[in-house]
């Protein structure tokens, strides 16, 4: 069934706007003709709007822009006081490189707004099967440190139905992940966690409570995840996903 389109524009016009001017409005023409995806669904809808804003919600606002999603199955292992830890299995994920920076630097509107349609575009078609897909939930960040710096990869979940053979990106920016299955801790919290502190300052709060409880957890790699439309302003899901080490 063909993706429907995504209610976060329709939404966000009304309540917030999304003709900003100044350094974080983005003119989705520019944008789009910059990733050559000016011929795709995606981008003939997000330009109804001709500037889309994210500095309020950030990629994960994305999550949940579609109906009857499937959300990822995981396996509840154990509960502290104040986190749980779960399996989580292997599974694909569609994923383009969000953002890689150095010093602490951190990702633009422009780099949000360019992997969505990147990966919303995969979804509409531009695959080698020229297929509508459906999407799953969470959308997910997967920030790794490396010695070059800190990188960013922004993902969607694919349904179970098309685990077994997705079809093939035809954007070269654009790649299946095979997520390996890993014991994640985790915890959820509220609000909009809209900008990359808000999810820094989570993880190491999470990682202070492991600690005090004698859990160790990898440095290198943590998940970023929301399962929630930034038009739902109560009893948000978001949660950080750290590594058991």
Not at 149 to 160: D, T
């Amino acid at each position: 069934m063909p993706i429907r389109p995504l209610k976060l524009l329709d939404v966000t016009r009304r309540h917030y706007g999304l003709r900003y001017q100044g350094p974080y409005a983005y003119n989705l023409h520019n944008l789009g003709h910059q990733s050559g995806l000016t011929t795709t669904p995606a981008y003939t809808y997000l330009t109804k709007t001709r500037h889309l804003d994210t500095r309020n919600f950030g990629f994960t606002a994305f999550s949940r822009g579609f109906e009857h999603q499937e959300e990822i199955q995981s396996t509840l292992l154990n509960t502290g006081h104040g986190w749980e830890s779960r399996e989580v299995p292997s599974k694909v994920w569609v994923c383009t490189r969000q953002h890689q920076a150095a010093h602490n630097a951190h990702p633009t509107t422009a780099d949000q707004v360019m992997a969505f349609l990147r990966l919303f575009a995969y979804l509409n078609g531009r695959n080698n099967e020229d297929r509508n897909l459906p999407m799953g939930t969470p959308v997910s960040i997967e920030a790794r440190t490396t010695d070059e710096g800190r990188v960013l990869s922004a993902c969607f979940f694919l349904p179970q139905r098309i685990q077994s053979n997705p079809p093939t990106p035809r954007d070269p920016l654009v790649y299946l992940s095979h997520r390996p299955s890993v014991t994640i801790f985790t915890r959820r919290f509220g609000g909009f966690a809209s900008n990359e502190d808000t999810w820094m300052a989570e993880a190491q709060a999470l990682k202070q409570v492991l600690t005090a409880q004698g859990q160790q957890t990898r440095a290198d790699i943590q998940y970023w995840n929301a399962y929630d439309p930034p038009y739902k302003f109560w009893n948000r899901r978001n949660e950080v996903w750290l590594v058991r080490a």
